[in-house]
């Protein structure tokens, strides 16, 4: 059986050594939407390119990115256009996912603080069951609430 580290020095020496290949290509995806804004000076334009960027580009971007994690926490090699590939062909159902999400979590939010947390830690994995999973949507909407169901605390204190 390995030895896990305990040193916060061999931690992060672990942690690169499994997800350094795959550093790169994760910075590539999240590019776009933080220089593109940057180029954009109208209010209304930029305002609108953000819309459009977060409904139809992000999520499929954020597959990408997920391929490129789990392959890399699984000691798979895997390329970029790769990643892409996969998430371009659940796009449907990630642009879905990251909508149901915004309808469900967006206006908890604005109510009040606590629901809008409670709802985004049980529904954290939408987007990886979707993805990892090829789950529906609404299946993964389910299979996010059935992963974090008596597990709140342990859920939000190590995104947290």
């Known amino acids: 059986m390995a030895q896990i580290p305990t040193s916060p020095i061999a931690i992060l020496r672990e942690a690169l050594h499994r997800v350094g290949p795959v550093f790169i290509p994760i910075v590539v995806l ?10 954009i000076t ?18 499929i971007l954020g597959g990408a990115s997920i391929v490129l994690a789990d392959r890399a926490l699984d000691s798979q090699t895997i390329d970029l256009s790769t990643a892409l590939s996969m998430a371009w062909q659940r796009a ?4 879905l996912a990251s909508l149901l999400l915004g309808i469900i979590l967006v206006p908890s939010f604005m109510l009040l603080l ?31 609430w059935d992963l974090t169901a008596g597990r709140w605390w342990e859920v939000f204190s190590r995104n947290f």
């Open 92 to 95: 449907g159902q990630l642009i």
């Open 30 to 39: 999240a590019l776009p939407a933080n220089l593109l804004p940057l180029a």
């Open 114 to 144: 606590i629901p809008g947390i409670y709802l985004a830690i049980r529904l954290f994995a939408v987007q990886y069951e979707t993805m990892l999973e090829r789950r529906a949507a609404s299946d993964a909407l389910q299979a996010s």
């Open 42 to 59: 109208n209010p209304f334009f930029k305002f609108l390119f953000s819309l459009v960027f977060g409904i139809l580009v992000a999520p």
